[in-house]
């Protein structure tokens, strides 16, 4: 298959499939031979038991960890090793487990920092910031506050991100993460450590964003009640392996994902 | 800070983004240049304008030079003594090379020398960081002393391997060497300080301060959001280093009128290191309360004695001048450890809503 843009891509089809993905550091085989895809338009679901190869799945998807075999496929172009920069001008974006906000900044600026790769004004502009270099922050401005207040977080705007409350910290980085406009955004527990509330709250904005920006979504998370609402289909993996793969109430169903969590009798 | 924004509202993001958005804040740097360009010249006695004024600007240039290092990419250096230096050995060499050219322009030419020595020994901290790339800049700070005193091209093959500053002229008016005027090397040095400080906050508010920034707080998002961990920390050495380099031409063009290479030893380094540290990380206004304490603090306490009439030897005076600075320092940092400036700021915002506690 030849690289082909977004568009060429309708809804249904395939975006991103890993074939036969190994990781491993050293002796530990964080991954073995997984394979599976990503439709364009779904919420895509990766679930397991802690230490299953969840995360470092992601990592390996946007270029933190070279897997040592496998393929990675992303709109029809197989990639060889690449740096996360790379992942990320290609349309991958996404959100840490442990929220990885730029602490020193304010909400403002660090949702703006996820528009780096549209800047492209050069030193000389930047220096008097005045003229292009003053009319692209401000056109970026505009984008960066449609989504503050798509995510409602229009009163932290100059807050500084340190002193925000965990959920808010979360939502903040979803909206770095998202006026980046990502073909395939990347969620690592968007709703770890979060009540009921803010839960709810976090699955709408997932909803939304896949509904309004047309967004696909692969998502890590641990509460199986937002998992099965939330994915189309859900991928489980399990010391590394993938041990089930499909829509949600037939991953319920599957015996082995079953006795992954619950574990069996001897 | 007795006035309140209140009622200022922006009705545009380019007003909200503006740098200093407070109508009052604006006033009052308009009334700081105004001091500094008009009431210092006419009032100001040779011993203020020449050993404190000057001195002051320059560090401050240095120590904003190390803060974009330091406090905005979180790359740690003990090179700004030797990148001074090359700022003011490169001017000497373009001073004797092309003696026509405006000295102005030879300075700020001999920023670029630095920037590409800064970018070199740059390299390292690509692949380490914190303590270790501090010893990497250590070997700069050395190698770099070393080729000030073995490399005697630099100094013209001069006797006393120092480098003395010739006079030079601007528009008919002698703006360095023996004869020129305090005022006119105090209004030089403002105005360029002025112009690189102003320089240094449009960047640093932009797109390549952000990336900088992001660099600083969380390196692996940072390279998520499409930044290039290797532009954006050799821009910021090189853009550092520049202003390192251009403090330290002007150090030497401006203030000692001569040098020698103690003048760009270690001892530089971790006083503009200190500089940074006490007025605030990632602060430009913090660069400026940092040299004022380091710098100006010690030579006021030193006149005050003279001043109030008690007979004190010299000797004392310094001795006492180490401990109250030390104290002072350790009472700072004890107050608030990110620095003088976010002193400032915490006490701006307090009187924002005095009399009420929020």
């Known amino acids: ?266 | 800070m007795f006035y309140r924004e209140a009622g200022q509202f922006k009705s545009t993001y380019k007003a909200d983004q503006a740098i200093f958005p407070i109508l009052q804040d604006r006033m009052a740097i308009a009334f700081y240049l105004a001091v500094a360009f008009i009431a210092v010249p006419i009032f100001g006695s040779d011993f203020f304008i020449t050993s404190i004024m000057i001195p002051f600007l320059v560090f401050s240039l240095a120590a904003i030079g190390l803060n974009i290092l330091v406090g905005y990419t979180g790359q740690i250096s003990l090179g700004t003594g030797a990148f001074m230096g090359v700022g003011a050995y490169s001017c000497y060499k373009l001073a004797t090379i092309f003696p026509d050219i405006n000295i102005i322009i030879l300075i700020i030419a001999s920023g670029f020398f630095a920037a590409a020595v800064g970018v070199l020994f740059g390299l390292p901290s690509l692949r380490i960081k914190g303590f270790y790339l501090v010893v990497t800049t250590l070997a700069a700070q050395f190698f770099l002393e070393w080729a000030f005193i073995r490399i005697p091209w630099l100094y013209n093959y001069n006797d006393s391997g120092a480098i003395e500053v010739p006079q030079r002229e601007t528009f008919g008016i002698i703006v360095t060497g023996a004869s020129a005027t305090p005022s006119v090397r105090y209004l030089i040095v403002l105005a360029i300080v002025v112009a690189m400080t102003w320089v240094a906050s449009n960047i640093i508010h932009g797109r390549i301060g952000r990336a900088w920034m992001m660099i600083r707080d969380m390196d692996i998002a940072a390279e998520l959001m499409g930044v290039r961990p290797l532009y954006a920390k050799l821009s910021a050495f090189a853009v550092s280093s520049f202003y390192c380099g251009v403090a330290g031409a002007m150090m030497v063009f401006f203030w000692l009128g001569a040098a020698e290479v103690e003048s760009f030893d270690v001892n530089h380094s971790f006083l503009i290191l200190f500089m940074v540290v006490i007025g605030g990380l990632g602060s430009l206004i913090g660069s400026f309360m940092g040299a004022a304490f380091i710098w100006v603090l010690p030579v006021i306490l030193r006149a005050v004695p003279n001043f109030i009439g008690i007979d004190v030897n010299a000797a004392t005076v310094e001795h006492l001048n180490f401990m109250i600075i030390g104290a002072l320092i350790i009472f700072f940092l004890i107050v608030e450890p990110h620095g003088l400036a976010r002193l400032w700021a915490l006490a701006k915002q307090k009187l924002r809503v005095w009399p009420f506690p929020y």
């Open chain 1, 1 to 266: 298959m030849s690289a082909r843009t977004l568009a060429d891509i309708s809804a249904g089809e395939e975006l991103l499939s890993v074939d036969d993905i190994s990781l491993s550091f050293g002796g530990v085989k964080a991954i073995q031979d997984v394979s599976f895809n990503i439709m364009k338009g779904e919420i895509r679901a990766i679930i397991g038991p802690n230490g299953a190869g969840k995360t470092s799945m992601l990592n390996v998807i946007n270029g933190f960890y070279h897997p040592q075999v496998g393929t990675i496929t992303f709109l029809g172009k197989e990639r060889r090793k690449m740096r996360p920069y790379m992942a990320a001008s290609q349309g991958i974006s996404r959100t840490f487990q442990n929220v990885a906000l730029f602490n020193g900044m304010s909400t403002l600026d660090n949702i703006m920092a996820g528009r780096t790769l549209k800047m492209n004004k050069n030193f000389f502009w930047q220096m008097l910031r005045y003229g292009p270099a003053m009319n692209e922050e401000i056109e970026h401005r505009l984008v960066v506050e449609e989504i503050i207040d798509f995510l409602e977080i229009e009163h932290i705007r100059k807050t500084p991100v340190s002193q925000l409350p965990y959920g808010l910290k979360k939502r903040v980085e979803l909206g770095r993460a998202l006026v980046a406009e990502p073909t395939l955004l990347l969620l690592d527990e968007p709703m770890a450590g979060m009540n009921l509330e803010e839960k709810e709250d976090m699955s709408r904005f997932i909803i939304d964003v896949n509904q309004q920006f047309g967004t696909t979504i692969a998502l890590i998370e641990h509460d199986m009640g937002v998992v099965m609402d939330l994915a189309d289909r859900v991928v489980v993996l399990d010391y590394g392996r993938k041990i089930s793969d499909g829509e949600p109430a037939q991953v319920q169903a599957d015996q082995n994902v079953i006795d992954a969590y619950l574990g069996v009798a001897h």
